[in-house]
């Protein structure tokens, strides 16, 4: 009998819309990078986080005068599951020499 090859694996889930109730709140996917080198950009912050997972945005806060970074950032992953994987894997590690800082961008009341 031939059992036909079978069908390609289901295209990946596409991005759940904000849905109510229970899915990843951003706030559970937006994560909190401090003591980040000043020469770091958008671009570098995202390829550092990149190995983790899906990036939804990648943003190095910089001073409104000046334009220099901030020394910190914001990532926001596709999932939470991502988010939670990054913060255990670089948080209190070094980049490009410092400790960085990495959390949830908004702690959760309780």
């Given amino acids: 009998g031939f059992s036909g090859g079978g069908g390609g694996g289901g295209g990946g889930g596409g991005g759940g819309g904000g849905g109510g109730g229970g899915g ?4 559970d996917r937006k ?17 550092i986080f990149d190995k983790i997972g899906a990036i939804e945005s990648a943003k190095v806060i910089q001073d409104r005068e000046t334009n220099r970074s901030r020394g910190f950032g914001f990532v926001t ?3 939470a599951e991502e988010a939670q994987r990054a913060i255990s894997e670089y948080n209190g590690t070094d980049i490009r020499g410092r400790s960085v800082t990495v959390k949830l961008a908004e702690e959760k009341p309780g």
């Fill in 24 to 27: 990843d709140r951003e706030g």
């Fill in 31 to 47: 994560l909190f990078i401090g003591g980040l080198d000043w020469n770091i950009d958008d671009e570098e912050l995202r390829r």
């Fill in 77 to 79: 992953f596709s999932s």
